[in-house]
T-cell receptor, first 111, second 117 residues
Framework: GQQVMQIPQYQHVQEGEDFTTYCNSS?????IQWYKQRPGGHPVFLIQ?????EVKKQKRLTFQFGEAKKNSSLHITATQTTDVGTYFC???????????FGKGTKLSVIP | DAGVIQSPRHEVTEMGQEVTLRCKPI?????LFWYRQTMMRGLELLIY????????DSGMPEDRFSAKMPNASFSTLKIQPSEPRDSAVYFC???????????????FGSGTRLTVV
């Protein structure tokens, strides 16, 4: 079955440093989504990427979808304490509504 | 909209007891998903429904787990009998069928934290 791998598992950064998490799928994806889960909370949708090579930005967050539609990344510029949480990627196959989630990257920001 | 509503928020039960988790999806969302989250295994899809019909239940761990969606506004996940290894956070999520056409993801409920002792 489809597997989605995400690295690193944990990342500790000083406030103001950049952060990147990477996602790789064992199969070609139709789309990839990113979610953020705050400690004790639930996953919250951030963005969806559907096109090969697509790049989207949300303020300090930059999302990329690979040319082969098998990998993706999330980059945060100049992290803030409000960025703390676990970031998940989730991929779906062609025509599918079923998302397979990566294990997530837990981000800690040291003030 | 109140979002996806799950109840109870917390459940502590003894091994062997029946547990029922409840979910009310967002009105108009025709897909409903049940996920389980643990530290070891992350977010696992248990089952999902489309227009109240179960589409894929291959993630349901064993016969002790069952899920129903009697109408568009209500779904249950039942564990009978419960075991300590079922302890986890159970999330319900919903999404409309326009998911693939617009920038719209799953909307998750706040989850039910289940502890089986």
């Amino acid at each position: 079955g489809q597997q989605v791998m995400q690295i690193p598992q944990y990342q500790h950064v000083q406030e103001g440093e950049d952060f990147t998490t990477y996602c790789n799928s064992s199969t070609t994806l139709s789309n990839i989504q990113w979610y953020k889960q705050r400690p004790g909370g639930h996953p919250v949708f951030l963005i969806q990427l559907v096109k090969s090579g697509e790049v989207k930005k949300q303020k300090r967050l930059t999302f990329q979808f690979g040319e082969a539609k098998k990998n993706s990344s999330l980059h945060i510029t100049a992290t803030q304490t409000t960025d703390v949480g676990t970031y998940f990627c989730a991929g779906a196959g062609a025509g599918s509504y079923q998302l397979t989630f990566g294990k997530g990257t837990k981000l800690s920001v040291i003030p | 909209d109140a979002g996806v509503i799950q109840s109870p928020r917390h459940e502590v039960t003894e091994m062997g007891q029946e547990v029922t988790l409840r979910c009310k999806p967002i009105s108009g969302h025709d897909y409903l998903f049940w996920y389980r989250q643990t530290m070891m295994r992350g977010l696992e899809l248990l089952i999902y429904f489309n227009n109240n019909v179960p589409i894929d239940d291959s993630g349901m761990p064993e016969d002790r787990f069952s899920a129903k969606m009697p109408n568009a506004s209500f779904s249950t996940l039942k564990i009978q009998p419960s075991e300590p290894r079922d302890s986890a956070v159970y999330f319900c999520a919903s999404t409309p069928s326009e998911l693939l056409l617009v920038n719209y993801g799953y909307t998750f409920g706040s989850g039910t934290r289940l502890t089986v002792v």
